[in-house]
């Protein structure tokens, strides 16, 4: 009763502290954000907001920052700190620093990815991933779909097809940004 009564005071607080936030300033500056909310959020201007890991006097620290990353048409006027409903349903993490593809490798974070709860209920996480997939060379409806048959030659696909996801290859010039992923399921 006491963990549950603990959970919820700082459940209180952690929505008292996001609400302030916005209204204090009437917008989401990344950097304004502390650190266990910034990474999935995304600033006022429509640009994601990324925690960043410094090391200073031999200790290591984040920041939040914003990156020049766009939100594709999905940003609020006000700008969105993603919920933890989103956060669990797909598979990330808030202490991830930087914005990255490498999870794209991991089968079980693209089984949380594409699994209904997250793709059809999280826009704004599954645009990120479907941002980074196409830079890649990955289509990811047709990977999520193929996932949904037999996820370990999917995945293989799509690493072969992408030339290993996340090993820093340029996007291709026809990976535009694309406002929204079409739902796969």
């Known amino acids: 009763m006491a963990k549950l009564q603990g959970f919820a005071n700082a459940f209180v607080l952690f ?6 936030i916005q209204c204090v300033s009437g917008e989401i ?10 990474a ?14 410094y090391v ?32 669990q349903a797909c598979g990330v993490d808030r202490s ?14 693209m089984d949380k990815l594409c699994s209904p709860p997250c793709y059809k209920g999280c826009p704004k996480i599954v645009d990120l991933y479907f941002n980074l997939a196409l830079a890649e060379g990955v289509f990811l409806p047709n990977l999520c779909d193929a996932l949904k048959s037999n996820p370990r030659r999917a995945m293989a696909e799509a690493t072969f097809k992408s030339g290993s996801i996340g090993d820093g290859a340029p996007a291709p010039a026809s990976a535009a940004p694309v406002a929204s992923a079409p739902a796969p399921f």
């Not at 500056?29 to 910034?38: G, Q, Y």
């Not at 991830?96 to 974070?109: E, K, T, V």
């Open 40 to 53: 999935f959020a995304i600033s006022s201007s429509g640009m994601r907001c990324v925690l960043e890991k």
């Open 15 to 20: 929505l008292a502290s996001v609400a302030a």
């Open 29 to 38: 500056v990344c950097e304004k954000l502390p650190t266990d909310i910034c």
């Open 96 to 109: 991830w620093a930087g914005i990255s593809s490498d999870p794209l490798l991991d089968l079980h974070f």
């Open 56 to 87: 200073q006097r031999g200790e290591v620290n984040y920041q939040c920052v914003t990156s020049q990353v766009r939100a594709d048409k999905l940003h609020e006027a006000g700008g969105w700190i993603e919920t933890d409903e989103c956060v």
